[in-house]
T-cell receptor, first 112, second 113 residues
Framework: GENVEQHPSTLSVQEGDSAVIKCTYS??????FPWYKQELGKRPQLIID?????GEKKDQRIAVTLNKTAKHFSLHITETQPEDSAVYFCAASKYNNNDMRFGAGTRLTVKP | NAGVTQTPKFRILKIGQSMTLQCAQDMNHNYMYWYRQDPGMGLKLIYY???????DKGEVPNGYNVSRSTTEDFPLRLELAAPSQTSVYFC????????????FGDGTRLSIL
């Protein structure tokens, strides 16, 4: 089955800097890649997703890039703010969400 | 809309006890899912359902059972609680169409002692 690896496990940046989180996946048939943000004790919330027919997607300070050949995708957060501090999860799935696999998460800390 | 509602929020069980975690959604989603999240780990799929009367196993189904008698409700049952089932359980739902975002509930934190 699909295997998703996520790096780094922890990331600390200064407010205003950029943060990059990377994920790799094993199944070349995967075609949907969401990113979730989970604040302490809260539910995971979708922040951005990308499908395999595009290479990049941007939403304000958040962007995701996908390299299908190398089977990796990345989350980019620019101009980080303290409220960006949370655990971020990447995931990958094929035709539907029944086979979605999550990465182990990255704990991002933005220092004021 | 309330979205996805899970009850209870917290529960402590003794080994061997049973309980049902409740999940309801009011978004008319066909798909519903149960995940568990162990400390410092990602989410692992326990069971899922593509509609009323249809359920199937996910990645880690052992020790759990589900039912889906209505579109809105998707309860998860633990029959003989074991310490390895100590975790945070999340229910989620999504539309039927391919690769739609999942909407999560607030989770149930379950400890088995």
């Amino acid at each position: 089955g699909e295997n998703v690896e996520q790096h780094p496990s922890t990331l600390s940046v200064q407010e205003g800097d950029s943060a990059v989180i990377k994920c790799t996946y094993s199944d070349s048939a995967s075609n949907y890649f969401p990113w979730y943000k989970q604040e302490l004790g809260k539910r995971p919330q979708l922040i951005i997703d990308i499908r395999s027919n595009v290479g990049e997607k941007k939403d304000q300070r958040i962007a995701v890039t996908l390299n299908k050949t190398a089977k990796h995708f990345s989350l980019h957060i620019t101009e980080t703010q303290p409220e960006d501090s949370a655990v971020y999860f990447c995931a990958a799935s094929k035709y539907n969400n029944n086979d979605m696999r999550f990465g182990a998460g990255t704990r991002l800390t933005v220092k004021p | 809309n309330a979205g996805v509602t899970q009850t209870p929020k917290f529960r402590i069980l003794k080994i061997g006890q049973s309980m049902t975690l409740q999940c309801a959604q009011d978004m008319n989603h066909n798909y519903m899912y149960w995940y568990r999240q162990d400390p410092g780990m990602g989410l692992k799929l326990i069971y899922y359902s593509v509609g009323a009367g249809i359920t199937d196993k996910g990645e880690v189904p052992n020790g759990y059972n589900v039912s889906r008698s209505t579109t809105e409700d998707f309860p998860l049952r633990l029959e003989l609680a074991a310490p390895s089932q100590t975790s945070v359980y999340f229910c989620a739902s999504s539309y039927l169409q391919e690769n739609q975002p999942q909407h999560f509930g607030d989770g149930t934190r379950l400890s088995i002692l």
